[in-house]
C-alpha cells in the first residue's frame, strides 16, 4: 500500500542521474568508474561462486541457503562503497597503480552493505528492496510455499539475520585476500572495524529513534545520519581507500577527504529522508512512505515538527500510527506545506557541494566533525 501513498504529491524526488556531458574529464572519470565496477561485480561473483560450492557441501538446504546470500549481493545496487574507496585510493596512488591488487578489499565493502541492508529491512519491516522482495520477505514465502510447520514470517526474519551475518563474515574472508603488504593491511582493518563499529552506533540510534520519537530533535537525527550512512556510505570508505594505497593519517589530503565525505554522506542521507516520502518507488526500488508508516524520526521529519503549527503538529504526531495511503499523503503533503521538505532539499543540495558543515550561517567551519545544519535561517 506505501506504494501508493505519495503517488499524487507534487513534491517529487527521483535519484540522482548520470547525465551526457561533453567534458573530457567527466568522461574519462566515468570510464574509470565503469570498469571499477565491473571489476568489483566480477571479484563478488568469483568469490561468492567458491563461497557457495563450499557451504553446499554441508547440506544441500545450506548451499540454498547460501546462493540466497550471494544474490541478495549481485541483485544489482550502484556499487557507491566500493567506489568511494576506489577514488580514495587512487588519489594517494596515483594513475599507474594496478587495480589487482586492492579490488578484493573494495569488493568487500559490497559484502559489508550487504550486511547492514538485510538487518534494516528486518529492523524496518520493509517489504521491497532494489524491486525484489526483501531476504526475510522472500525466505517467509518459501517456508510458506514448502509446508514448513511454525511461523513463516519469524522464520523469514532468523533466516535474514543469518544471511546478513553470513555477509559480515565473507566481507572479512574478502578482505583479507588484497595483495598489500600486512602490515598496511592492518593499518586499514582499523578503519574497517571503525566504519564498522559507528554504522551499528547510527543503526541502534535509528531503532531507538522510532521508540522514543518525544526525546529526538533534528540535531539527534542528523546525528543518525551521520554515524549511519555518512560514516560507512562516503567519509569512512574515502579513508579505507586511502590507507590501502599507504596513505599518511596525518596528510592534507586525508583532512579533505574527511571533511569532504561527511558533507557528501550527509547529503546522501537527507536525499534518502526525501526519497523515503516522496521517492517513486519505480525509481527507487522501495516504497515510499515506509518512513511515515513506521514513524522513523529523520531529519525531515523532526524538522516538519519543529516549523509546523500546534495543529499541524498534532496531525504529524500520527506518523508511526497510519497504514493508510491517503493518510500517509496527507502527511507527506503537510510535511511539504511547513517548507521542511525545502529546507532538507535544499540543505542536501549545499552538502553535496562540498560546503563545510555547520556553515549556513557563519560563513565557513573547519571542524570536520560537526554536521550540516539542518536548514538556512
Not at 510455499?145 to 533466516?159: I, K, L, Q
Not at 588484497?178 to 586499514?188: G, K, N
Not at 549511519?228 to 556510505?233: G, P, Q, V
Amino acid at each position: 500500500m506505501a506504494n501508493d501513498a505519495v503517488a499524487g504529491n507534487a513534491f517529487r524526488v527521483a535519484p540522482a542521474q548520470p547525465g551526457a556531458t561533453d567534458d573530457p574529464v567527466r568522461g574519462v572519470l566515468a570510464a574509470y568508474t565503469r570498469d571499477l565496477i565491473k571489476g568489483v561485480d566480477e571479484t563478488l561473483a568469483a568469490f561468492l561462486a567458491a563461497e557457495v560450492d563450499a557451504l553446499t557441501e554441508i547440506d544441500a538446504a545450506m548451499g540454498g541457503f547460501a546462493a540466497t546470500a550471494r544474490d541478495c549481493v549481485l541483485a544489482g545496487g550502484k556499487r557507491v562503497r566500493p567506489t568511494f574507496a576506489y577514488w580514495g585510493w587512487r588519489g594517494v596512488a596515483g594513475g599507474d597503480e594496478p587495480l589487482a591488487t586492492v579490488l578484493p578489499a573494495l569488493a568487500a565493502l559490497e559484502l559489508l552493505h550487504t550486511f547492514a541492508l538485510v538487518h534494516d529491512d528486518v529492523m524496518d519491516a520493509s517489504d521491497t528492496r532494489r524491486g525484489l522482495p526483501t531476504a526475510h520477505r522472500a525466505a517467509a514465502a518459501r517456508h510458506r510455499a514448502a509446508g514448513h510447520t511454525g511461523d513463516p514470517d519469524r522464520y523469514g526474519e532468523a533466516v535474514a539475520v543469518l544471511i546478513g551475518d553470513l555477509c559480515m563474515v565473507w566481507a572479512d574472508r574478502l578482505m583479507a585476500h588484497a595483495t598489500v603488504p600486512p602490515a598496511r593491511l592492518l593499518d586499514v582493518r582499523r578503519c574497517y572495524d571503525r566504519m564498522r563499529v559507528e554504522t551499528v552506533a547510527g543503526q541502534f540510534l535509528d531503532v531507538l529513534g522510532e521508540h522514543d520519537a518525544a526525546n529526538w530533535s533534528v540535531d539527534r537525527a542528523l546525528r543518525v545520519a551521520r554515524y549511519k550512512t555518512a560514516s560507512y556510505t562516503v567519509q569512512r570508505p574515502l579513508l579505507y581507500g586511502a590507507g590501502l594505497a599507504g596513505a599518511d593519517p596525518d596528510s592534507p589530503l586525508i583532512a579533505a577527504y574527511t571533511r569532504y565525505g561527511l558533507a557528501v554522506g550527509e547529503a546522501f542521507q537527507l536525499r534518502d529522508d526525501l526519497l523515503g516520502v516522496y521517492g517513486d518507488p519505480a525509481a527507487t526500488g522501495k516504497p515510499a512512505g515506509d518512513d511515515l508508516r513506521t514513524g522513523k524520526p529523520t531529519a525531515l521529519l523532526m524538522l516538519a515538527r519543529q516549523l509546523a503549527t500546534p495543529a499541524q503538529r498534532r496531525i504529524l504526531d500520527r506518523a508511526g500510527a497510519v497504514t493508510a495511503p491517503h493518510e500517509m499523503a496527507r502527511l507527506a503533503e503537510l510535511i511539504q506545506d511547513t517548507g521542511a521538505a525545502t529546507r532538507v532539499d535544499w540543505n542536501a543540495s549545499r552538502c553535496r557541494a562540498g560546503a563545510p558543515a555547520g556553515s549556513a550561517s557563519t560563513g565557513t567551519s573547519s571542524t570536520p566533525a560537526r554536521p550540516c545544519s539542518p536548514c538556512p535561517t
